[in-house]
Nanobody, 128 residues
Framework: EVQLVESGGGLVQAGGSLRLSCAAS????????IGWFRQAPGKEREGVSC????????YYADSVEGRFTISSDNAKNTVYLQMNGLKPEDTAVYFC?????????????????????WGEGTLVTVSS
């Protein structure tokens, strides 16, 4: 059974940091691109960051470039999203998603409907 389990969300003040984790199981981790998406209240889900477990390439949305860092621990089948300099507009439910390397384009372009597997999300709230 494929599972993606997010953790690490919470309440933080503006300017603070959080590290999200996405633990994957049930598929060949090295053959997938893993992405983080987020959905704020009343807004559509948007792509935040992706990492290819094939070649290690990464992608960041303009809104988080320079503040967020994505990384992957292939030995633990876990992807992390280090979020620094958090802003109130980063408040959202953050979802982890996976797509086979052949479909990495969907992650890099934020096309959620192209992703193969999803976690249930973790809430990040940034207070001003």
């Amino acid at each position: 059974e494929v599972q993606l389990v997010e953790s690490g969300g919470g309440l933080v003040q503006a300017g603070g940091s959080l590290r999200l984790s996405c633990a994957a199981s049930g598929f060949t981790f090295d053959d997938y691109t893993i992405g983080w998406f987020r959905q704020a209240p009343g807004k559509e889900r948007e792509g935040v960051s992706c990492i290819s477990n094939g070649d290690g390439s990464t992608y960041y949305a303009d809104s988080v470039e320079g503040r967020f860092t994505i990384s992957s621990d292939n030995a633990k089948n876990t992807v992390y999203l280090q979020m620094n300099g958090l802003k109130p507009e980063d408040t959202a439910v953050y979802f982890c998603a996976a797509v086979h390397l052949d479909g990495a384009y969907y992650c890099y372009t934020g096309q959620q409907y192209g992703m193969d597997h999803w976690g249930e999300g973790t809430l990040v709230t940034v207070s001003s």
